[in-house]
């Protein structure tokens, strides 16, 4: 059973340019969350799709976008980007149906992107 | 809002030595309560999980169990081991119209052992 799945797992871009980032999910899952770790601390949520729909979003701004496909895998975008972007961005996939309190999200190994 | 606070790192300790890593929590509703592991260069493995009051989640040797009274949830490890050396995150998640589940994590705690 193949777990969460990423790619690509590194990533070098420079300032102004736009990156996406895949994932797919656990078996079974169909509910991707994305999150975004800066080094040394810990991952800020930027948003969840079910149903390809992004169905919550955390404190990040338009140029983080994403999309959710009928499969249940998912891209993140991100425009416009800056040094501060550099980040390891997680992957975190659950099953909603049926879930509930308790349901455990399932991480992917991460893309790691650098800004230069 | 919701919000999670744990011990800052590193924590350093020789084999076989008893490991705790204190985490503390706030939140408006009745959240679950995970510990993930992060090893180098990795992404997240939960560790444990407990999804209301008094429960206690075990793994691997690992434990901790969730105070509603005192709003922690403290990981603690009887014997330690080198492969133990990985960076540990507590984190919280709700449930509801608004939340969705989502992860909230504290800044993460190292803790390196030593032969």
């Known amino acids: 059973d193949a777990g969460v799945t990423q790619s690509p797992t590194h990533l070098i871009k420079t300032r102004g340019q736009q990156v996406t980032l895949r994932c797919s999910p656990k078996?079974?899952?169909?509910?991707v969350s994305w999150y975004q770790q800066a080094l040394g601390q810990g991952p800020q949520f930027i948003f969840q799709?079910?149903?390809?729909?992004?169905?919550q979003r955390g404190n990040f701004p338009d140029r983080f976008s994403g999309h959710q496909f009928p499969n249940y895998s998912s891209e993140l975008n991100v425009n416009a980007l800056l040094l501060g972007d550099s980040a390891l961005y997680l992957c975190?996939?659950?099953?909603?149906?049926?879930?509930?309190?308790?349901?455990?999200?399932?991480f992917g190994p991460g893309t790691r992107l650098l800004v230069l | 809002g919701n919000s999670v606070t744990q011990m800052e790192g590193p924590v350093t300790l020789s084999e076989e030595a008893f490991l705790t890593i204190n985490c503390t929590y706030t939140?408006?509703?009745?959240?679950?309560l995970f510990w993930y592991v992060q090893y180098p260069g990795e992404g997240l493995q939960l560790l444990l999980k407990?999804?209301?009051?008094?429960d206690k989640g075990s793994n691997k040797g690992f434990e901790a169990t969730y105070r509603k009274e005192t709003t922690s949830f403290h990981l603690e490890k009887g014997s330690v081991q080198v492969s133990d050396s990985a960076v540990y995150f507590c984190?919280?998640?709700?449930?509801?119209?608004?939340?969705?589940?989502?992860?909230?994590f504290g800044a993460g705690t190292q803790v390196v052992v030593t032969p």
């Open positions: 939140a408006t509703g009745y959240p679950s």
């Open positions: 407990a999804t209301k009051a008094d």
């Open positions: 078996s079974g899952h169909d509910t």
């Open positions: 984190a919280l998640s709700d449930w509801g119209r608004f939340s969705w589940g989502k992860l909230q």
């Open positions: 799709y079910y149903e390809e729909e992004e169905r």
């Open positions: 975190a996939s659950t099953r909603t149906s049926g879930g509930g309190p308790g349901g455990t999200q399932y």
